[in-house]
């Protein structure tokens, strides 16, 4: 059923009147009288008696006028509903935030609140890389903020500062209290590596960083452990290696026990933390999120760069 043919029989039968119905919904009058016939015709009965004065409802059509106003009146909330769905939905970014990066999106956020008071900010924890190159793909995110690798074939990628990598060791090692340590520090220490792809970028970044140090490290298999869950921080701390990863914090108001996260030094040891977003992006509330992110970090290179994974070497 069209529901231009029910606001057509209620309004002719509000004024009685083809003509002044016609005029209020601001249309001639032979598309109006084809509505309520095709109405009639589709519902088998007569709504109105056409007379010389103008129209009178039917006894049928009395009984369907309540009827037609209620449904009517749904049709429009549906449509009001539709209509604010789609408003908040033009003000809204979808973001993907990468392990330790809250405090970074936090600083665009307060930005872009106080520049764009309708924008609403939808985030997501990203750590995959396969995870969030996908979800840019499909239009489920819109920004990711996170670490390479990203993929150049379907986005932009600026890079806003770089991060230092990080030793995670046992705090009973000798080492745990320094302030710095080289790679070369760690060559005796047992290399716990997480699956690579979860960070590809990060896992050959570090075997990358032996190789350039001369150390073949004796690495130990985590698949269902990391530096980020609680079974990779067991295996740290019962000394059964070292991670080398980034995006934990060196301080906390409640900081880790049984171990210790110390910068590593070497110039190479760091990552990009960069914001990406789907190639030829045409959305006004995307681009103006991009803006605040320019805002916070003006000194990043607005000119999208492709970002590879540095070249993986055996261990």
């Not at 080289?182 to 005796?188: E, G, K, P, T, Y």
Request: charged share 25%; proline share 6%.
């Amino acid at each position: 059923m069209d529901f231009r043919h029910l606001r057509a029989f209620i309004t002719v039968a509000e004024e009685s009147s083809v003509t002044r119905a016609a005029e209020r919904l601001h249309i001639s009058q032979p598309p109006l009288s084809r509505h309520i016939k095709q109405l009639e015709d589709e519902l088998g009965i007569t709504l109105f008696i056409r007379h010389r004065q103008g129209v009178t409802l039917t006894e049928a059509g009395h009984r369907l006028l309540e009827k037609a106003r209620a449904l009517a009146s749904a049709a429009s909330d549906f449509y009001e509903s539709a209509n604010q769905t789609t408003r908040h939905d033009a003000n809204k970014v979808r973001l993907g935030i990468g392990w330790g990066l809250w405090d970074t999106v936090n600083r665009i956020r307060v930005a872009s609140a106080a520049k764009f008071g309708n924008m609403t900010i939808e985030a997501t924890d990203v750590m995959c890389a396969e995870q969030y190159n996908r979800q840019l793909q499909d239009g489920s995110l819109d920004v990711v903020f996170g670490r390479p690798y990203f993929d150049s074939e379907i986005t932009e990628v600026v890079p806003l500062y770089q991060e230092r990598m990080l030793a995670v060791l046992s705090d009973d090692s000798p080492l745990a209290s320094r302030k710095t340590l080289s790679v070369r520090d760690l060559a005796s220490e047992p290399l716990l590596m997480y699956d690579r792809h979860i960070t590809p970028y990060l896992y050959d970044k570090v075997l990358e960083l032996y190789a350039k140090a001369g150390i073949s490290p004796r690495m130990i298999p985590t698949p269902d452990a990391g530096p980020y869950n609680q079974a990779g921080l067991m295996l740290v701390a019962s000394g059964k290696g070292v991670y080398v990863c980034m995006g934990i914090p060196l301080t906390s108001p409640h900081p880790l026990s049984g171990i210790a996260v110390v910068p590593i030094s070497d110039d190479d040891a760091a990552i990009d933390i960069c914001v990406a977003w789907r190639k030829g992006e045409t959305s006004a509330i995307v681009r103006q999120f991009l803006n605040c992110v320019w805002q916070v970090f003006p000194e990043a290179d607005r000119m999208p760069v492709p970002l590879k994974a540095p070249s993986r070497r055996a261990s």
